[in-house]
C-alpha cells in the first residue's frame, strides 16, 4: 500500500519510511533506481521558457544528433513548462493545442527515432509554475498512465502551487502545516506522575528553534530555497523534554500552545514519545487554532506511551520534508504501478526548499538545491542571459557555492545535487565562465542539462569546444560515481569540504577519485580578477579528504611520479613531486587535470 | 479593471498584427493569465507589460536586473521575477511601500493583489523606440 496524495488535506503517513525518522536510513523506495551517473540531456525552459513548441523541439533534436551531442552521453529532450493545455481534459492531460499541436506521443516517437530520449515536466501542486492548472496532485495514477502511454523516460517534477508548503504561488497561509506552534509548556499526567515543564526546561535539537520570552518558536524545517543558509547539519528542530516515568504505561500529555498560519508558527504538531532513539508517533495533525501565534491555549490531553525509566517527548514538525517526500514518493509509486520495470528518471525539482538532500535519494535520481540559476531565460531569436553572482539564486558561483559542499549527500547509491541548467550559451556569461561552469558542473556530478538554442552552435565552434568536451564529460560520467570534494578554499577556515563559502574573492581546489584509480583536480577562480597568488595542493590533502573513497588509494600514494593531463588545453606533463601547483588563474577560470599515478 | 479591459488598454497602444499574435486568449492563457478574471492583479499587469515591450514594441529586456532586488518579495513567485524586474526597472509599475513596526518600510511588488493602475498609456509610450 503506498503513500495517498489528494488536495483535500496533507497525506496520512502509515508507514514510518516517509517519516523524517527513515531518512537517514538509506533505503530507497520500490522503483527508484540506483547506479545511474548523472543525466546529460536539453532542456527546453533555459532556451525558451514558456515558448517552447513541437516543432523547435524536433529543430533540437535534429541539431543534437547533428552535432553528434548523443555520441557525448547526451541522451535527454525535456519538455519543460508550457507544453500542455491550460486545464485537464476528462480528467486527463493533454498537449497545448497551438504549440504542440500533433500530440506528444508523435513527439516521442520523433525524437526515439534519433536515438534519444523523451523527457516531460509536471509539478506536486495543483499548477504549474507557469500557471496551467495539470499538476499531478491527487492525479498520480492518471498521469503516470499518460507519460508511460507516451514513452516519456525523464519527468523532471516542480513544487509550485503546492498545497501543504508555502512555496511559489502557493497560499502564504500553508506555512501553517510546515511549523509546530509556538509552545509554553507541557504536563504529562499518569500512572502517578503529575509534572508540568517549561519550555525552557525543554533542549532544543536540530537547527533553527529558538526560545522567545518563555515561549518556543520556530519549529519546523528552514526554506533552503534561497542561498543564506549551509545545507550541511540539521535542517530542522524539535522541542525535547525527558521524562522519568514511574512504570510502562498511557499518559495524559497537555500542551499549552499558540498555533498560526505563517513561516516560524504553524499549527500542525506532531508528537512523538518512548525511550531515546526509539520513539513512535502518538499525534500528527493540526492542532484547534487560537487566537494567534502569542495567544497561548492549552490543548486537550494526548495520550501518549511511556517506558519504566527514562523517556523523551519530542515535541515537532517534520511535514515540511515528509510531505513532499509523500508527494514525490505517491508519483514514483504510480509509475511502478502501471509498469512495475518502468525506467523513468525522476529529476526532483522543489529547489531546495524542503532540503531534499535528506530524503530525495529515496524516490529520485537528482533534486535541485536552490531557486533557480536564471529568472531571464530566452525566447525563439533570445539567448536569454545568465550571471556569474548574484544576491539571491542566479548565477553559476551562487549555485557552485552551495553544491561544492554537498557531496555527502550525492552517490551513485542515493543520486545527484542538481544546481540547476547550464547556462553555458545565454547573455552575459563570456567564455571563461562558460568554460569554468562546465568544468565545475563536471566535477560535482551535477546533471548536465543543457539550456541554449542548439541552432546557434556549430561543430568546433567555442560553445561546442565547451559543451563537448569529452575529458570533462568523463568526469561527470565517471563510473566510480563520485562527488569532488572542496580539499582547499583560500577562505576556508577549518574544513573546506563542510563550510558554506558565499564571498567569491576566492579559489577553490576541489579533487574527485575516478575509477581508474586517478583523480581529478580542479583549481577553481571565482573571483573577477586574475589569481596571480600560487595555488597548490599536496597529494597527502588530497588523500586526506577523498582517499578513503578512492579506487587504489596506496598505489596512487606510491606513485613515484604523476602523469598530469590538462582537460581544456590537453597539455600533458609529468610530474615528479608530491605537490600539483597552478598560478596565474584569469578571471573566472579554472585549471582542471586527470593526475594519474605512474607505477614505480 | 479586468485583464480584458487592460488588454484593450493596450490595444489603444496599436501594435497590428504583432499584437494579435502576443495577446490572443490562447497566448495570454499560456502566459497564466486568466482572461474571465473580474480584476487585474498586479502580476497579471507586469506579464502583460512586458510581453507588449518585446512582443509587439521589440523593447529588449534591460540586461541587469538587479536594482529590482529592492522588492523584497521579487523572488516570491519565481516564474514572474523577470516580468516585474522588467517593468518596475522601466517605471511602468510602482513599488508598494510596505510600513514595518519599528516605523521603516520595505518595498514590495505585491504581485497577487489588483492592479491600482500604476501605469499610465503615456508611460507606456514613453519607452517606445
Known amino acids: ?600 | 479593471m479586468s485583464p480584458r479591459e487592460f488588454t484593450d488598454k493596450l490595444a489603444e497602444l496599436g501594435g497590428g498584427k504583432a499584437f494579435e499574435k502576443a495577446f490572443s486568449d490562447e497566448a495570454l492563457k499560456a502566459a497564466g493569465i486568466d482572461m474571465d478574471a473580474p480584476r487585474l492583479t498586479r502580476i497579471d499587469a507586469a506579464i502583460m507589460l512586458h510581453k507588449y515591450m518585446l512582443e509587439v514594441a521589440g523593447i529588449p529586456d534591460l540586461e541587469d536586473i538587479s536594482g529590482a532586488a529592492v522588492l523584497k518579495d521579487l523572488y516570491d513567485c519565481r516564474k514572474c521575477v523577470n516580468h516585474i524586474a522588467q517593468v518596475y526597472l522601466r517605471g511602468l509599475m510602482k513599488p508598494v511601500s510596505y510600513p514595518l513596526p519599528d516605523g521603516s518600510s520595505i518595498l514590495l511588488f505585491d504581485a497577487k493583489s489588483e492592479d491600482m493602475s500604476s501605469w499610465t498609456n503615456q508611460q507606456i509610450c514613453g519607452i517606445m523606440p
Open chain 1, 1 to 600: 500500500m503506498g503513500i495517498e496524495v489528494s488536495t483535500g488535506r496533507p497525506a496520512v503517513i502509515r508507514d514510518d519510511k516517509y517519516r523524517f525518522d527513515s531518512f537517514k536510513n538509506g533505503k530507497v523506495f520500490e522503483g527508484k533506481k540506483q547506479g545511474r551517473l548523472p543525466a546529460m540531456g536539453w532542456n527546453s525552459w533555459n532556451a525558451f521558457g514558456s515558448g517552447n513548441t513541437a516543432a523547435l523541439t524536433r529543430a533540437m533534436a535534429d541539431k543534437f544528433v547533428e552535432l553528434g551531442l548523443d555520441k557525448l552521453g547526451y541522451e535527454y529532450i525535456v519538455l519543460d513548462d508550457g507544453c500542455y493545455r491550460q486545464e485537464r481534459v476528462d480528467g486527463e492531460l493533454a498537449n497545448g493545442e497551438v504549440k504542440f499541436p500533433e500530440g506528444f506521443r508523435t513527439l516521442a516517437d520523433y525524437i526515439h527515432g534519433k536515438g534519444l530520449k523523451f523527457g516531460m515536466y509536471n509539478d506536486i501542486g495543483t499548477n504549474l509554475c507557469a500557471g496551467a492548472a495539470v499538476g499531478t496532485c491527487g492525479h498520480e495514477l492518471t498521469d503516470a498512465r499518460s507519460y508511460i502511454s507516451w514513452g516519456v523516460d525523464f519527468i523532471k517534477v516542480d513544487n509550485c502551487y503546492y498545497l501543504w508548503d508555502n512555496a511559489t504561488f502557493s497560499n502564504a497561509e500553508n506555512a501553517q502545516y510546515t511549523y509546530a506552534p509556538n509552545i509554553k509548556s507541557i504536563e504529562v499526567e499518569g500512572n502517578g506522575l503529575a509534572i508540568k515543564l517549561s519550555a525552557k526546561c525543554g533542549e532544543l535539537r536540530g537547527a533553527g528553534a529558538e526560545i522567545k520570552d518563555d515561549y518556543v518558536t520556530n519549529i519546523g524545517t528552514f526554506d533552503g530555497t534561497g542561498p543564506q543558509a549551509s545545507p550541511v547539519g540539521d535542517m530542522s528542530a524539535e522541542l525535547v523534554f525527558k521524562i522519568e516515568a514511574p512504570a510502562d504505561g498511557e499518559y495524559g500529555l497537555q500542551i499549552r500552545y499558540a498555533a498560526g498560519k505563517e513561516a516560524g508558527a504553524g499549527s500542525w504538531l506532531q508528537i512523538a514519545a518512548g525511550p531515546e532513539g526509539d520513539t513512535k508517533i502518538f499525534y500528527d495533525d493540526m492542532v484547534p487554532a487560537g487566537d494567534g501565534p502569542t495567544e497561548f491555549i492549552s490543548s486537550k490531553p494526548f495520550n501518549i506511551s511511556l517506558k519504566k525509566g527514562k523517556n523523551i517527548i519530542r515535541l515537532m514538525n517534520h511535514r515540511r520534508q515528509e510531505n513532499t517526500l509523500c508527494s514525490y514518493a505517491a508519483l514514483l509509486e504510480a509509475f511502478n504501478e502501471v509498469d512495475k520495470d518502468h525506467g523513468i528518471l525522476l529529476s526532483i525539482c522543489e529547489w531546495g526548499k524542503t532540503q531534499p538532500q535528506n530524503w530525495g535519494y529515496k524516490v529520485g535520481d537528482s533534486w535541485r538545491i536552490l531557486n533557480d540559476i536564471t529568472f531571464q531565460v530566452g525566447g525563439d531569436g533570445n539567448p536569454g542571459r545568465g550571471e556569474w553572482a548574484s544576491d539571491y539564486t542566479p548565477g553559476v558561483a551562487v549555485q557552485y557555492n552551495k553544491a561544492v559542499i554537498m557531496d555527502e549527500f550525492a552517490g551513485l547509491d542515493k543520486g545527484w545535487n542538481d544546481p540547476d541548467m547550464l547556462m553555458i550559451g545565454m547573455n552575459g556569461l563570456d567564455m571563461t565562465q562558460c568554460g569554468t561552469h562546465f568544468a565545475m558542473w563536471c566535477m560535482m556530478n551535477s546533471p548536465l542539462m543543457l539550456g541554449l538554442d542548439l541552432r546557434r552552435v556549430n561543430k568546433g565552434d567555442e560553445i561546442y569546444n565547451i559543451i563537448a568536451n569529452e575529458d570533462l564529460i568523463a568526469l561527470n560520467q565517471d563510473a566510480l560515481g563520485i562527488q569532488a570534494k572542496r580539499v582547499y578554499s583560500t577562505l576556508a577556515k577549518e574544513a573546506p569540504d563542510k563550510e558554506y563559502i558565499r564571498d567569491n574573492e576566492r579559489a577553490d581546489i576541489l579533487a574527485k577519485p575516478l575509477a581508474d584509480g586517478s583523480v581529478a583536480v580542479s583549481f577553481i577562480n571565482l573571483s573577477d580578477h586574475e589569481w596571480t597568488q600560487k595555488l597548490d595542493v599536496s597529494i597527502d590533502t588530497i588523500l586526506k579528504f577523498i582517499g578513503d573513497r578512492m579506487k587504489d588509494k596506496d598505489s596512487f600514494a606510491a606513485a613515484a611520479s604523476y602523469k598530469i593531463r590538462d582537460l581544456v588545453s590537453k597539455d600533458e606533463k609529468v610530474l615528479d613531486a608530491k605537490e600539483i601547483s597552478v598560478s596565474g588563474i584569469p578571471a573566472f577560470g579554472n585549471v582542471t587535470y586527470r593526475i594519474s599515478p605512474v607505477k614505480a
